[in-house]
T-cell receptor, first 114, second 110 residues
Framework: SQTIHQWPATLVQPVGSPLSLECTVE??????LYWYRQAAGRGLQLLFY??????ISSEVPQNLSASRPQDRQFILSSKKLLLSDSGFYLC?????????????FGPGTRLTVL | QKEVEQNSGPLSVPEGAIASLNCTYS??????FFWYRQYSGKSPELIMF????GDKEDGRFTAQLNKASQYVSLLIRDSQPSDSATYLC??????????FGKGNQVVVIP
C-alpha cells in the first residue's frame, strides 16, 4: 500500500526566515506530486506540481519554490517567509502516467509566520 | 482559472437524515470529479469519485454527475455525528490537476 509522509507537522517561524518542508511517498514509483496551501477560510490552492524528477510546474507566482530531487521526494522552500505564507501546507500524490486523477493527501504541515 | 463553486453555507442535519451537497464547475473539459472529507485540523480524505453522468453509490454516500449542467452533488444518507466535517468538491483539468471548491461544512446534530 502507498503511504505519504510530511514533516514537520507544525512550524512557527519569524518573518524573513527560510523554510523547508518535505514530503515523501512510499509504495509507488514515478508518482505525480503536488503542493497545496490552505489558508484560513479559503480553499485549497495548488502551488506546484511535478510529473517527474526535476520537473516542476508553478501555478501561482510567489516567494516559494519547489524541488524534486528524488522520485518520491518533494520539497517546498522559501528564502524569506512573509506573514501571508501562514497556512496549512498539504502534499498530495497521484499515479503517474495514467488517466486516473485521484489525489491522495499527506497529513499536512501547519505553518505560522509571526 | 478553473473554478469549482460550493455556495451553500454550513448545513445542519439531524442524525439519521439525508445531507445534500452541491457543486458546480466551470471547465467543460473536466472529466473526473471528486468528493473529499476534511475534519477540522486534518488533511482531506477521499470519499468517492465519479466520471460518468448519473449516480454512483458507495455505502451511505451517493455522488451524482450532470455534465450538461456542469453540476456534481453528494448525498449522505443516515447521517451520523462522525459525518460532521467539511466536504470538498474537486474537478479535474489538464496534466492531472484538480481544482477544489472552498468546501461545505456539515454538522450532524445527535
Amino acid at each position: 500500500s502507498q503511504t505519504i509522509h510530511q514533516w514537520p507537522a507544525t512550524l512557527v517561524q519569524p518573518v524573513g526566515s527560510p523554510l523547508s518542508l518535505e514530503c515523501t511517498v512510499e509504495g509507488t514509483s514515478n508518482p505525480n506530486l503536488y503542493w497545496y496551501r490552505q489558508a484560513a477560510g479559503r480553499g485549497l490552492q495548488l502551488l506546484f506540481y511535478s510529473v517527474g524528477i526535476g520537473q516542476i510546474s508553478s501555478e501561482v507566482p510567489q516567494n516559494l519554490s519547489a524541488s524534486r530531487p528524488q522520485d518520491r521526494q518533494f520539497i517546498l522552500s522559501s528564502k524569506k517567509l512573509l506573514l501571508s505564507d501562514s497556512g496549512f501546507y498539504l502534499c498530495a500524490w497521484s499515479y503517474g502516467g495514467e488517466t486516473l486523477d485521484t489525489q491522495y493527501f499527506g497529513p499536512g504541515t501547519r505553518l505560522t509566520v509571526l | 482559472q478553473k473554478e469549482v463553486e460550493q455556495n451553500s453555507g454550513p448545513l445542519s442535519v439531524p442524525e439519521g437524515a439525508i445531507a445534500s451537497l452541491n457543486c458546480t464547475y466551470s471547465d467543460r473539459g473536466s472529466q473526473s470529479f471528486f468528493w473529499y472529507r476534511q475534519y477540522s485540523g486534518k488533511s482531506p480524505e477521499l470519499i468517492m469519485f465519479i466520471y460518468s453522468n448519473g449516480d454512483k453509490e458507495d455505502g451511505r454516500f451517493t455522488a451524482q454527475l450532470n455534465k450538461a449542467s456542469q453540476y456534481v452533488s453528494l448525498l449522505i444518507r443516515d447521517s451520523q455525528p462522525s459525518d460532521s466535517a467539511t466536504y470538498l468538491c474537486a474537478a479535474s483539468y489538464g496534466n492531472n490537476r484538480l481544482a477544489f471548491g472552498k468546501g461545505n461544512q456539515v454538522v450532524v446534530i445527535p
